[in-house]
């Protein structure tokens, strides 16, 4: 029989991130430098510097766990988090359409075929959750997360994710620790973590590039500074996805 952390148990390893570990802000910096130098596009830049960029956010929380002990339960096929509501800007909702569109042909159309479809049964539901105000109302997630409308990337028939490499930062950052059922179990688990506090680092180096590409180069699909304050839910960004 597995055993697993129990709710004290992590609560006391993550305080005691705090003494055993920093984040490592340079290294967030540092993709965004090499990029500035490279001769290529300016699209080529953006698409490749965000999704480096989410990359070295996953490889923090892995930097973390292993600093204090903490393995994931987290396995593929668990899609609970999957039906949460994922709120990101537009500036991220674009760097994800182009990145999409540079997948393999094969691919690519899959996720063009199963949005299509997504949108077919799930359109007015999603409608009706993206209603919710996430900015005033406290509760929007757990009223979201109620309806059981799935992330327009999911693939209900996998529980596989159609964008997992370039799948938000609040994908990425939300980690169980414990008995997986917590997540079957119950609409808001208390005892699952949240790493999004990493956005601040991702979104700073991030702005930073597109700040310098917008006075020295050009900023290409990216309308800066105004698509980086424009925040919806992803559910409504996917729409352009197709």
């Known amino acids: 029989m597995d055993k697993y952390l129990s709710f004290e148990e992590i609560q006391h390893k993550c305080a005691k991130l705090n003494d055993v570990y920093q984040i490592e ?21 953006l698409v490749a510097s965000f999704q480096e960029l989410l990359q070295v956010v996953s490889d923090e929380i892995t930097a973390m766990e292993q600093a204090v002990d903490l393995p994931s339960t987290c396995r593929m096929g668990c899609a609970f988090c999957c039906y949460f509501p994922i709120i990101i800007n537009k500036m991220e909702a674009k760097l994800m359409k182009k990145a999409i569109e540079n997948f393999p042909n094969q691919r690519r159309q899959t996720i063009q075929r199963h949005l299509n479809r997504y949108y077919e049964k799930y359109g007015e539901q999603v409608e009706q959750v993206t209603a919710l105000d996430f900015e005033a109302d406290e509760d929007f997630k757990y009223k979201y997360k109620q309806r059981l409308v799935p992330c327009p990337m999911l693939d209900t ?23 997986p059922k917590v997540c079957e179990e119950n609409v808001m688990p208390k005892e699952t973590i949240s790493f ?21 180069e ?21 729409k352009t996805f197709k």
């Open 25 to 45: 802000e340079a290294k967030f910096y540092q993709v965004v430098e090499m990029w500035a130098d490279r001769d290529t596009s300016t699209e080529q830049k």
């Open 157 to 179: 028939e996998t529980n596989k994710c159609l964008a997992y490499e370039v799948r938000p930062l609040p994908c990425r950052t939300y980690v169980n620790y414990t008995d």
């Open 196 to 216: 999004e506090f990493l956005y601040n680092e991702y979104m700073g180096a991030l702005n930073e590039f597109v700040q310098y590409l917008y006075e020295y």
């Open 218 to 238: 050009d900023t290409a699909f990216i309308e800066y500074p105004n698509d980086i304050y424009r925040t919806d839910y992803l559910a409504q960004y996917a």
